[in-house]
């Protein structure tokens, strides 16, 4: 049975990522990318379909026993984890992706600590989503599984031995004693890949996380998070082409036991413009550049038929598709691959990518003309279609709308390329774009506003609130003091905050209860309890902010990771794991309470 979603670890190699739980078992892993079928899929399923288990022996049917400690290895994505075993001794695993130089491996090292103790393997490879059993043999002393067009090559010195499709080694590991265990993905029809060092990758993977992580130029109170963050947007960044998955993740829920179950390994346009973001405002331009790249192929000039994700080379046809086959992460049905909503309108996203554009221009990203060019022409679009109604920044399966945020994103991509146009840097209709940007400030203030309750709502006629509105003064489309925005923030915070003081993103219940399409409920969404953060600092009320601030970081797990939501009812994190959406507005209100000195101690 698969862990909580918090007692699992993450483990990559920049192209795609694995997740180690506290008992030694890696229960995800797709290989050779991100959005790969994966060869371990326990994480939705149970170890039928595939997972791969190292630690302390121990008795046939018991559970296998949880680490005592675990962390990463200083400011890496190097796991270490750790058994006592009373009477025997203490043993390390050391879990690690070393950055990718071929082959894609998963690399696990066992080292005594002291002592000796007992250790068990147990490989159990399945391929496609737990589908497939491989057909697994020995080629020159290495044990390989085949299924057509994927080979996994395992190689160790420990003596290994195959049962019940299920390859394992019994050993012993003594103090000062090291024993490796690499996994390697290889095209099947390709030769072998070279035998792996495990060694030197440990040092060269420490060194690449240790040289990253210096380029980091945030120095205040929260580094450790911050730091932490900036490490999980890394790995999820797709080093070949640059671009970012929103998770590494399909299909864990938002409710458990419910179907609002999801594929988040593609590149949102939302998710990687905010994500580029906080990069930039840390001292991260490479990636920034790398970003904008991909996006300027993605896009190919064709801004009319922008889509709001991408695979993460760019790929437009992300089919989604139900696994019928596996049971879901605790039950959680269905599972799905692909994602539907690549084919929505969200206008909202053309604000989002215009401000990334923005913020790279502004902090002297070297120019690029066709993203002047690219920005010019997503204006051009919105001049004909800001008015329609969209399914808005939660990608509702339910009726399109005029949601007030989608309304004020296009405000906000108008408002920034007026900025480039008066920097000199583009030229474009100044006067026409000026009139567009009060237009649809006023038509949002007209109608997307309640002056009886005096604040702002999820769409325009609705009485709901919506999270996205407090966006409406990190945006600067209305300042922090005005009254209309106090009423909002002081609404969203009364009626849709949890007991435990955290923010949903809108209502599942009530008049617009349908307004998602969905049936069930979900948890809190943590990016909307960070913008409550934010916007509380911003009217002042910077003590507050701090509070709420320290307490979503109290969420983290043990190793500072964050999913999408959290689950008040149960305590616990919910949703796709870890998640970009989560881990970038932290990095923002960090970098403001830091600004604010809001902050103990």
């Given at each position: 049975m698969a862990g909580r979603i918090e007692d699992y670890a993450?483990?990559?190699?920049?192209?795609?990522?694995?997740?180690?739980?506290?008992?030694?078992?890696?229960?995800?892993?797709?290989?050779?990318?991100?959005?790969?079928?994966?060869?371990?899929?326990?994480?939705?399923?149970?170890?039928?379909?595939?997972?791969?288990?190292?630690?302390?022996?121990?008795?046939?049917?018991?559970?296998?026993?949880?680490?005592?400690?675990?962390?990463?290895?200083?400011?890496?994505?190097?796991?270490e984890s750790e058994w006592d075993q009373p009477g025997r001794g203490t043993v390390r695993v050391t879990d690690f992706m070393p950055p990718r130089d071929g082959a894609p491996q998963l690399v696990r090292i066992v080292e005594g600590v002291k002592g000796r103790v007992k250790m068990r393997s147990t490989l159990r490879m399945r391929f496609s989503y737990g589908r497939?059993?491989?057909?697994?043999?020995?080629?020159?002393?290495?044990?390989?599984?085949?299924?057509?067009?994927?080979?996994?090559?395992?190689?160790?010195?420990?003596?290994t031995h195959g049962k019940d499709l299920t390859t394992y080694s019994d050993f012993t590991v003594s103090a000062g004693e090291r024993i490796a265990f690499t996994i390697s993905w290889q095209p099947s029809h390709h030769n072998q890949p070279h035998l792996p060092d495990p060694e030197g990758a440990l040092e060269a993977t420490a060194e690449f996380w240790r040289d990253w992580v210096e380029q980091c130029t945030y120095r205040g109170p929260y580094r450790e998070a911050v730091i932490r963050s900036l490490i999980t947007l890394k790995a999820l960044t797709y080093a070949p082409t640059g671009g970012i998955v929103a998770a590494p993740t399909t299909s864990l829920p938002e409710e458990i036991g419910g179907v609002r179950n999801w594929d988040y390994r593609y590149t949102w346009l939302r998710d990687a413009a905010i994500t580029l973001s906080s990069l930039l405002r840390t001292g991260y331009r490479e990636e920034a550049?790398?970003?904008?790249?991909?996006?300027?192929?993605?896009?190919?000039?064709?801004?009319?038929?922008?889509?709001?994700?991408?695979?993460?080379?760019?790929?437009?046809?992300?089919?989604?598709?139900?696994?019928?086959?596996?049971?879901?992460?605790?039950?959680?049905?269905?599972?799905?691959?692909?994602?539907?909503?690549?084919?929505?309108?969200?206008?909202?996203?053309?604000?989002?990518?215009?401000?990334?554009?923005?913020?790279a221009h502004m902090t002297g990203l070297a120019r690029n003309d066709y993203a002047s060019v690219l920005q010019l022409k997503l204006i051009r679009y919105l001049e004909d279609h800001w008015m329609e109604p969209d399914e808005g920044i939660w990608e509702v399966r339910g009726p399109r709308r005029h949601f007030t945020h989608s309304k004020v994103m296009a405000w906000v991509a108008v408002d920034r390329t007026i900025k480039l146009i008066e920097s000199g840097d583009a030229d474009g209709p100044l006067e026409r774009w000026r009139e567009l940007r009060d237009d649809i400030h006023r038509d949002v203030c007209e109608k997307g506003y309640d002056p009886e309750r005096n604040t702002f709502t999820q769409s325009y006629g609705s009485r709901e609130l919506d999270a996205s509105l407090l966006l409406i003064p990190q945006m600067g489309f209305l300042p922090p003091d005005d009254k209309r925005v106090i009423g909002t923030i002081e609404a969203i915070q009364r009626e849709l905050s949890t007991e435990d003081g955290f923010i949903l993103r809108y209502p599942t219940e009530g008049e617009d209860a349908g307004v998602d399409g969905l049936e069930g409920d979900e948890g809190a969404f943590l990016a909307c309890s960070f913008w409550l953060a934010d916007d509380l600092a911003m009217i002042g009320r910077v003590d507050e902010a701090r509070k709420l601030f320290e307490k979503l970081l109290g969420l983290r797990n043990d190793l500072g990771l964050l999913a999408?939501?959290?689950?008040?009812?149960?305590?616990?994190?919910?949703?796709?794991?870890?998640?970009?959406?989560?881990?970038?507005?932290?990095?923002?209100?960090?970098?403001?309470?830091?600004?604010?000195?809001?902050?103990?101690?």
């Open positions: 993450l483990i990559g190699d920049m192209q795609t990522a694995a997740l180690v739980c506290r008992n030694g078992t890696v229960d995800w892993l797709c290989l050779p990318r991100f959005d790969s079928h994966a060869v371990f899929a326990g994480l939705l399923g149970t170890e039928e379909h595939g997972f791969w288990r190292i630690g302390p022996a121990h008795a046939e049917g018991a559970e296998p026993p949880t680490a005592d400690r675990r962390r990463y290895a200083g400011d890496s994505l190097i796991l497939i059993v491989p057909w697994v043999h020995k080629v020159d002393g290495r044990t390989v599984a085949v299924a057509g067009p994927d080979s996994v090559w395992l190689d160790t010195e420990a003596e550049r790398a970003w904008r790249e991909w996006l300027l192929r993605a896009v190919a000039g064709d801004p009319e038929n922008l889509q709001i994700m991408y695979g993460i080379a760019g790929e437009r046809e992300l089919g989604e598709a139900e696994l019928d086959w596996l049971p879901g992460y605790e039950g959680s049905t269905p599972v799905r691959v692909g994602n539907g909503a690549a084919a929505q309108l969200q206008l909202d996203v053309y604000g989002e990518v215009t401000e990334a554009l923005h913020l999408e939501e959290w689950d008040s009812r149960h305590q616990r994190q919910v949703g796709n794991f870890p998640q970009a959406f989560s881990h970038v507005p932290l990095i923002d209100t960090a970098l403001r309470l830091t600004a604010s000195g809001a902050y103990g101690g």
